[in-house]
């Protein structure tokens, strides 16, 4: 199952909840296929204001975060490359169809693998055969 999490400022999160689970659910459907569609977890987390810093400050305004979770076998795939790219791609170009085109350049994207032997649901560790 795939996971997308967002992370904004609350405020700029504010009423763009629906757009943003499209966007960021259609994202994933973009690389992998519709077949996807069913199995993809989007959070959005709002961070109240003086809750994000940088440098030591808090910062008023800030670009969306998303971290995508996924198997880590994606980056051991002779497409790795491609699918990395068109992964980064889609959730930049996602968080600007909803948050504009003067925050592209901020946007980040960061994928992590994790080792489906440990990953566990309904209190069982996930079995990588399964």
Known sequence: MPHVTLYALEAELAGREPALITELTDAVVSVYGDWVR???????IGIPAG??????????????AVSFGMREEVFA?????????????????AVTAVFGAGRHDEVL?????????????????????R
């Open 38 to 44: 069913g199995s993809v977890d989007v959070r959005l």
């Open 51 to 64: 809750r994000w810093a940088r440098g030591g400050v808090p910062v008023t305004t800030a670009a969306p």
């Open 77 to 93: 795939r002779e497409d790795a490359g491609t699918v990395i790219a068109r992964l980064v791609t889609a959730f930049t170009d």
């Open 109 to 129: 994207v960061e994928l992590v693998g994790q080792p489906t032997s440990r990953s566990g649901l309904g209190g069982r560790v996930i079995d990588s055969g």
